[in-house]
């Protein structure tokens, strides 16, 4: 099994080493089983046929999730995957990935979508690195 359960519909997924300006880094997907068994996915990781295995026995793929400018690497896999899941970006993120069609930008409040069930606010600082927590 790949995904890690961390609480009650709540689950981790570890995934490859990334490389950023000649410095590796660990990269970790979360995903949350909503209300109804939707699928909500937190920077999406590279997909493997175990883990789409994994994933269907939680529930259907509804929401795909790019946090920061660097979060879309593997978003591709998903799209392709899950084609009627909703694609959604950090600020800015579309004008840099202008090759994916996202169906929002995530912002300051939860989409009404799952407003009910997960927080969320945009932690700023950096130009560069605006970070959409949850």
């Known amino acids: 099994m790949q995904l890690n359960q961390v609480g009650d519909?709540?689950?981790?997924?570890?995934?490859?080493?990334?490389?950023f300006y000649g410095f590796t880094f660990p990269t970790r997907m979360t995903v949350v089983r909503l209300r109804g068994a939707d699928l909500w996915i937190h920077s999406p990781e590279k997909l493997s046929q175990e883990l789409k295995q994994e994933l269907a026995v939680l529930g259907t793929v509804?929401?795909?999730?790019?946090?920061?400018?660097l979060h879309h690497l593997f978003l591709e896999q998903w799209i392709e995957a899950y084609p009627k899941a909703r694609k959604y970006s950090a600020p800015g993120l579309?004008?840099?990935?202008?090759?994916i069609k996202f169906d929002a930008e995530l912002s300051e409040c939860s989409d009404g979508e799952w407003s009910q069930e997960i927080e969320q606010t945009i932690f700023r600082g950096s130009p560069a690195m605006e970070e959409v927590v949850f």
């Open 9 to 19: 519909e709540i689950w981790t997924y570890d995934g490859c080493e990334v490389d």
């Open 62 to 69: 509804r929401y795909l999730i790019s946090p920061n400018k």
């Open 94 to 99: 579309a004008r840099k990935r202008q090759d």
